[in-house]
Every structure is written in structure tokens, then in C-alpha cells.
């Protein structure tokens, strides 16, 4: 087995149809595929026209039922290496030796809207990676945030029902900004710390390449001796974790609803490959009670300040997939596909996720087989007595299906732990049987408040402005109010600054005596790399060419992406004769979709080019994005009153310009630029 085996594996089921000759689903070769057969040329079809009927019902049958949650996503290839053995804490196979190279598939989501919805709206990203071991497939399907709304498996479908659209007439879609969603959070309070994180830049991303991802859940790793740590997984974009604005996540909704499935594949597709380093934080068993929050409880983080995060190796996503139908939409996660050497905790969240998700399999995929779909085989041989059902591919051979037996020697036998069974943790439980919540479980506010506390000046006031957003979309009066007094728990200014946008009376009690902060938390604090950033070249006739080309060469250099953009296709031609090949138009392209906007100018000084690129500039800027102008294009600046704004690069001298430019690209947003 190599990274290559699951490529292999697919080619088995991979099909050209260029270039060939029609057939029906029988192999038929087919003579008309215009027309359909009837009784003369005016006449009814005839009911013996076999391949109407063929082509028409598999049509008819396109469809299974979206996800009811995560229906909108978009997944990759790629493959996984480890730095260093892990030994020490798990015998999982894949974790043990540097120099083997596990392939992956891994599928990016939002929760709450269909599977057509826009993709940049305020939600929690699924992060679901399938890794195809030795031993078997190992799920790891997470979220970009490293909590969850409830601390129990049995109020998701309460919580779904109410972040989906309202059932008495279907609205909003992809959106919590509606009183059910609202009305949820304020009556079940656990839902304080990740609403935080919703409500932050952290639910608008740039990219799914500059997300984390999270296990979320407590995981048991157990080693060769039997010996178990508790475990998180994390993983790190090595491009750093970045954020929309909201105005520009919203804009984004419309002007290209599939604006991170694009990113994505077009990163792959150049070759800039997606990267995300997993790290795992561990807590000795032992040590189970040293904290003041339980291990268990999925509304609570391990602050990396206090249990760092061990970097253990390294993802790459490398190729797209050939149909998204067959492969991203036919794939099935599952939290209970594990290998040995990791194992679950009792997190009531996660032990609810374990019946789940086979269970909406068997409807979505349509029975017990789906395992066999190429996409979820695992690269390694299966063997059981499990038979018949919907869609069989495998042909079993032989007479028995049952064990234990004596016609096939026993066979296909269960394996010891030595040979690679896998042996449940013996975790010693005891206790009633009740339908409670621990004691542990019940602070739902001290998390809350430490993100805040966590966050800087401008990530506060962006978490302020979410709340207004929502709550400003809630009709329900006492919804609101119910709202800002749970949130003068987490913190006074927070729940007093959207308690005045929306009009609602400010909290009188609360305020929260908890001062620890978590820098981590901060995407202030996030690598900063100009590498694989869009830019936005606004371009009109009779450009300096020198200058531009310069400029242009200094950007690839970075792995800048820059995309030509004027008042028409086709090639402007600059003032030596270069030519350059215009990718937009002002009509087809946007500021929204850009990093950052660099005015050339040029003499297309007509009246409407000069106010389509004052558009740019000023969307550019409201959004707090680098602009850069070079010799004419500093009169856009000057014009436009923004010249000596903070993130606003302009210069003569071309090298410095673009050096200058590439940090300001590399930096991401201008928080402290006025925008009025
Ligand atoms: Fe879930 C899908 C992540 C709690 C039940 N979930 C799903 C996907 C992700 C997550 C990434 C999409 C997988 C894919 O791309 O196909 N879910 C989470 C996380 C949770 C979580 C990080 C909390 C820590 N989920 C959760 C609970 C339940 C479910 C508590 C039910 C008890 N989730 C499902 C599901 C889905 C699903 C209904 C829908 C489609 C699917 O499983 O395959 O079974």
C-alpha cells in the first residue's frame, strides 16, 4: 500500500465516454439518441422504445436525498504524512512510520444550507477527512470550530430544526439570522460558547484553505501496552486562518455563490496545493480532573496555552476529484470509523454521533452497501459474513455466510489483538441509569467570555456587529431580550453594544469575573503569507508597460495570483506594444472577489471607466483590503481621497513599490483604515 493505492483503487471504476459509440446500460450500440419511437412521424410513442425507457427513468432516479446536515460541500484528494512516530501514545498503523504516506479524501461543508446555497454565509465549515489506512478507514470529521451548540447527541435534531428554515414557509435559507435559531439558543445556554464563535470572523472564511479544523470531541488514543492518553485533533492551514467581512461575505453570496469550491479546485488545479499540519493536544488519563471544565463536556477547547498542541505531520490535498457526484457527494463519514490504537471517550455528543451517521447513510445512499461505492472502499481487503442488500457489487464465493463454522475452517475468523482486531479500551464504568446532566457539564460561560477577552479591538467589534446583524433580522421582541441578557453572561459591553443596535433594553445583571484569555484564539495572531492571494489588476489602454510587467513578475514571484481586469475582453496593448490578455471585465468581475486591487490605469479615460474603477477602489477599501497604484494610478487614489490611508501602497520606484505591495497583500486587512 502506497499513497497511490486509492487512485489505483478508483481507476479500476474510472469511464471515458469520448470518442466512443453510444450503447444502452445493456451494451447495445444505439442508432438515434433525437428521437424517440413512434407510430409514424405524427404518431404516439410506442412503449417498446427500450431506450426512451431507459434513458428517461435513470433520469428520473438522478437524485438521492441531500444531507440533512452539511448538504452543501466540496472535497479533494490527498495524502497525509507523519513527522515523527507516535508510539508512545497510539499503535494506530498510519501514525507509526515517517516515510509512509496515507492517501486522504477530505470534504469542506457549511451545516445549515441546502445543497445549492451560497457558500460564504455566517456558519460553522464541516472539515471531514477519510483516511485510507492499512488497517482500515479512519474518519475525521470535524469542524472549523472547536466546540459544539449542545453537550448531548439528543438535542441535535432540536437544535438542526431550528437553525434550518422555518418550517411554515421556508426562509431564510443557509442563514441563523431567524428567530428560531435565536429562540434555540437563549432557552438551551450551553450553546454560549460556540454561538461566540459563530457570531466571530471565524464563520466567514477566506478560503478553505486558510481554516482550522477540529476533532472537537475527546478522543482516546491507547498505545501498544494498552496504556490511553485523551486526546484533540487539530488541524493548522499552513497559509495561516483568515476571514471575509461580512459585507463582502454577503456581496460574495451573490456575485459567486461558489466562491470556496472555486478556490479550492483552481488552487489545486495551479499546483498550489492546500496544506494543514495535524497537531493533537494530550491529557493523561490521570490527569482527567486536573481542569475546571470536564474532558468530556464538547462545548469546551483545551486552551493551547495551557495543553500545547504537538504538531505530528502534514496533509496535502493534491488532486481534484473527476466527478463530484460519484466521489463528493456518494462519500460517507462516519466518527466510529476508527482504527486500533484510537478510541472514543464518553462524550454524550460523540456517543449520539456514533449510531447517527451510519443510520443516515442507509437512507441517503439507499441501503446497507454503500461501503462498496468506490469512493468509501477502503484500500485494504474486507472480509465478513454480512450478505445481499441493495446495489451488491461483491461477488462472495462459496457456501458459507455465517460464523462460527466448520465447512470454511471457521473462517473468515476474527483476528487477535496481536494480528490487528480491534480491542474496545477496557474502561471501567459504573453507575445508575439516568437521564441527567453531569454537575460538571453546567458552566455554559466561562469559555464564552474567555474567547472574548481573547479577541482584539477589531475582532470585537465584528462579533458586536454579527449580533446586530442576526438579532436585528429577529422579529420576536422577547427573543431578543432573552438574548442580550444570556449574553451580559459572556460579557456587559458585548451584550449592552447589540442590546442598543437592535433596540432592546440593556442587560441590568451579569458581567462575568472571568479574565483568562487564550491568545490562540486570535486570528490576529495567524502566519501571514502572500502566497496563492487573488489581485485584482485594473488595466486601460496605453499602460506603462515596464512598470506593470515588473509588478507582474515580482507577484508570481510570491505566488500571487494576478487576474487582468478592464471595460472589454480581449488585449490591451500598453505603451511599448506589450500586450496583455484582459481576464474580466468590470461587468463579469468584482471587487468582492479579490485580495487586494492594483491600479495601472491606462488612457481609457472615459467616464465609465473611471467610475467602474472608483467602484473597485472604494468596495477595495471599505473592505479594509490592500490597494496598490503606480504612476497614473495614484490619480485614482488622489481622486478617491484614500491615498494615504493605512494599507494603501503607492510608489514610482517599481521595486520597492512591489515589495512594499506583496507585504501589504501578505498582511490581509487594514482594520485600523477609517471607513465611513
Ligand atoms: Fe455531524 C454530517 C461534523 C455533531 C449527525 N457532521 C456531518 C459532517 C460533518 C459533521 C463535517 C459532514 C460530513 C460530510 O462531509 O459528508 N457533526 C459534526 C461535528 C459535530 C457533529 C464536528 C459535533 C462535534 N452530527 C453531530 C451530531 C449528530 C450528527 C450530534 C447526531 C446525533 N452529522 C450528522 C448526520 C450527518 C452529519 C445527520 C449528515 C450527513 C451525514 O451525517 O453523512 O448523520
Given at each position: 500500500m502506497n499513497e497511490n493505492s486509492k487512485n489505483e483503487q478508483l481507476e479500476q471504476y474510472r469511464v471515458d465516454d469520448s470518442g466512443k459509440k453510444m450503447t444502452t446500460n445493456q451494451g447495445l450500440k444505439v442508432s438515434e439518441d433525437e428521437f424517440s419511437l413512434k407510430a409514424g412521424e405524427r404518431g404516439p410513442t410506442l412503449m417498446e422504445d427500450f431506450h426512451f425507457r431507459e434513458k428517461m427513468t435513470h433520469f428520473d432516479h438522478e437524485r438521492i436525498p441531500e444531507r440533512i446536515v452539511h448538504a452543501r460541500g466540496f472535497a479533494a484528494h490527498g495524502v497525509f504524512e507523519l513527522?515523527?512516530?507516535?508510539?508512545?501514545?497510539?499503535?494506530?498503523g498510519f501514525l507509526q512510520d515517517p516515510s509512509k504516506k496515507t492517501p486522504v479524501f477530505v470534504r469542506f461543508s457549511t451545516v445549515a444550507g441546502s445543497r445549492g446555497s451560497a457558500e460564504t454565509v455566517r456558519d460553522a465549515?464541516?472539515?471531514?477527512?477519510?483516511?485510507y489506512t492499512e488497517e482500515g478507514n479512519y474518519d475525521l470529521v470535524g469542524n472549523n470550530i472547536p466546540v459544539f451548540f449542545i453537550q448531548d447527541a439528543i438535542k441535535f435534531?432540536?437544535?438542526?430544526h431550528a437553525i434550518k428554515p422555518e418550517p411554515h414557509n421556508e426562509i431564510p435559507q443557509a442563514a441563523t439570522a431567524h428567530d428560531t435559531f435565536w429562540d434555540f439558543i437563549a432557552n438551551n445556554q450551553e450553546s454560549a460558547h460556540m454561538v461566540m464563535w459563530a457570531m466571530s470572523d471565524r464563520a466567514i472564511p477566506r478560503s478553505f484553505r486558510m481554516m482550522e479544523g477540529f476533532g472537537v470531541h475527546t478522543f482516546r488514543f491507547v498505545n501498544g501496552e494498552g496504556k490511553a492518553h485523551f486526546v484533540k485533533f487539530h488541524w493548522k492551514p499552513v497559509l495561516g486562518t483568515h476571514s471575509l467581512v461580512w459585507d463582502e461575505a454577503q456581496k460574495i453570496s451573490g456575485k459567486d455563490p461558489d466562491f470556496h469550491r472555486r478556490d479550492l479546485s483552481e488552487a489545486i488545479d495551479n499546483g498550489d496545493f492546500p496544506?494543514?499540519?495535524?497537531?493533537?493536544?494530550?491529557?493523561?488519563?490521570?490527569?482527567?480532573?486536573?481542569?475546571?471544565?470536564?474532558?468530556?463536556?464538547?462545548?469546551?477547547?483545551?486552551?493551547?496555552?495551557?495543553?500545547?498542541?504537538?504538531?505530528?505531520?502534514?496533509?496535502?490535498?493534491?488532486?481534484?476529484?473527476?466527478?463530484?457526484?460519484a466521489e463528493t457527494e456518494q462519500v460517507a463519514f462516519h466518527p466510529g470509523h476508527v482504527v486500533p490504537g484510537i478510541d472514543f471517550t464518553n462524550d454524550p455528543l460523540l456517543q449520539g454521533r456514533l449510531f447517527s451517521y451510519t443510520d443516515t447513510q442507509l437512507i441517503r445512499l439507499g441501503g446497507p452497501n454503500f461501503h462498496e461505492l468506490p469512493i468509501n472502499r477502503p484500500v485494504c481487503p474486507f472480509h465478513n459474513n454480512q450478505r445481499d442488500g441493495y446495489g451488491r457489487h461483491t461477488i462472495n464465493k462459496g457456501q458459507v455466510s455465517y460464523h462460527k463454522n466448520s465447512l470454511a475452517a471457521n473462517t473468515p475468523a476474527p483476528a487477535s489483538e496481536e494480528e490487528g482486531g480491534y480491542v474496545h479500551y477496557q474502561e471501567k464504568v459504573e453507575g445508575r441509569k439516568v437521564r441527567t446532566r453531569s454537575e460538571s457539564f453546567k458552566d455554559h460561560f466561562s469559555q464564552a467570555t474567555m474567547f472574548w477577552n481573547s479577541m482584539s479591538e477589531p475582532e470585537k467589534e465584528h462579533i458586536i456587529q454579527a449580533f446586530s446583524f442576526e438579532l436585528g433580522k429577529v422579529k420576536s421582541k422577547s427573543v431578543q431580550q432573552q438574548v442580550v441578557n444570556m449574553f451580559a453572561n459572556v460579557?456587559?459591553?458585548?451584550?449592552?453594544?447589540?442590546?442598543?443596535?437592535?433596540?432592546?433594553?440593556?442587560?441590568?445583571?451579569?458581567?462575568?469575573?472571568?479574565?483568562?484569555?487564550?491568545?490562540?484564539?486570535?486570528?490576529?495572531?495567524?502566519?501571514?503569507?502572500?502566497?496563492?492571494?487573488?489581485?485584482?489588476?485594473?488595466?486601460?489602454?496605453?499602460?506603462?508597460?515596464?512598470?506593470?510587467?515588473?509588478?507582474?513578475?515580482?507577484?508570481?514571484?510570491?505566488?500571487?495570483?494576478?487576474?487582468?481586469?478592464?471595460?472589454?475582453?480581449?488585449?490591451?496593448?500598453?505603451?511599448?506594444?506589450?500586450?496583455?490578455?484582459?481576464?474580466?471585465?468590470?461587468?463579469?468581475?468584482?471587487?468582492?472577489?479579490?485580495?487586494?486591487?492594483?491600479?495601472?490605469?491606462?488612457?481609457?479615460?472615459?467616464?465609465?471607466?473611471?467610475?467602474?474603477?472608483?467602484?473597485?477602489?472604494?468596495?477595495?477599501?471599505?473592505?479594509?483590503?490592500?490597494?496598490?497604484?503606480?504612476?497614473?494610478?495614484?490619480?485614482?487614489?488622489?481622486?478617491?481621497?484614500?491615498?494615504?490611508?493605512?494599507g494603501v501602497v503607492h510608489g514610482d520606484d517599481m521595486n520597492e513599490f512591489a515589495e512594499s505591495f506583496i507585504a501589504a497583500i501578505a498582511e490581509h486587512r487594514y482594520w485600523d483604515r477609517k471607513v465611513v
Open positions: 513527522y515523527e512516530p507516535m508510539k508512545e501514545y497510539t499503535k494506530a465549515r464541516g472539515f471531514a477527512t477519510k483516511f435534531p432540536d437544535l438542526v496544506e494543514y499540519e495535524l497537531g493533537v493536544q494530550l491529557i493523561k488519563e490521570e490527569d482527567e480532573f486536573s481542569f475546571d471544565f470536564d474532558v468530556l463536556d464538547p462545548t469546551k477547547l483545551w486552551p493551547e496555552e495551557d495543553v500545547p498542541v504537538k504538531i505530528i505531520g502534514k496533509m496535502t490535498l493534491n488532486r481534484n476529484v473527476d466527478n463530484v457526484f460579557n456587559l459591553d458585548l451584550a449592552k453594544g447589540f442590546a442598543e443596535a437592535i433596540g432592546a433594553n440593556p442587560p441590568e445583571n451579569g458581567e462575568s469575573d472571568v479574565s483568562k484569555s487564550s491568545p490562540a484564539l486570535s486570528q490576529e495572531n495567524t502566519k501571514k503569507k502572500p502566497s496563492t492571494r487573488k489581485v485584482g489588476v485594473i488595466i486601460g489602454s496605453n499602460f506603462n508597460a515596464p512598470e506593470v510587467t515588473s509588478v507582474l513578475n515580482a507577484l508570481k514571484e510570491e505566488g500571487v495570483q494576478a487576474e487582468m481586469i478592464s471595460d472589454k475582453l480581449g488585449k490591451k496593448k500598453g505603451s511599448d506594444g506589450t500586450e496583455l490578455e484582459i481576464d474580466h471585465t468590470f461587468l463579469t468581475a468584482d471587487s468582492v472577489l479579490f485580495d487586494a486591487i492594483y491600479v495601472v490605469g491606462g488612457s481609457d479615460g472615459n467616464k465609465k471607466f473611471i467610475k467602474d474603477t472608483a467602484y473597485f477602489i472604494n468596495e477595495a477599501f471599505s473592505h479594509y483590503k490592500p490597494i496598490g497604484a503606480t504612476h497614473e494610478g495614484k490619480k485614482w487614489l488622489e481622486a478617491n481621497e484614500i491615498k494615504d490611508s493605512p
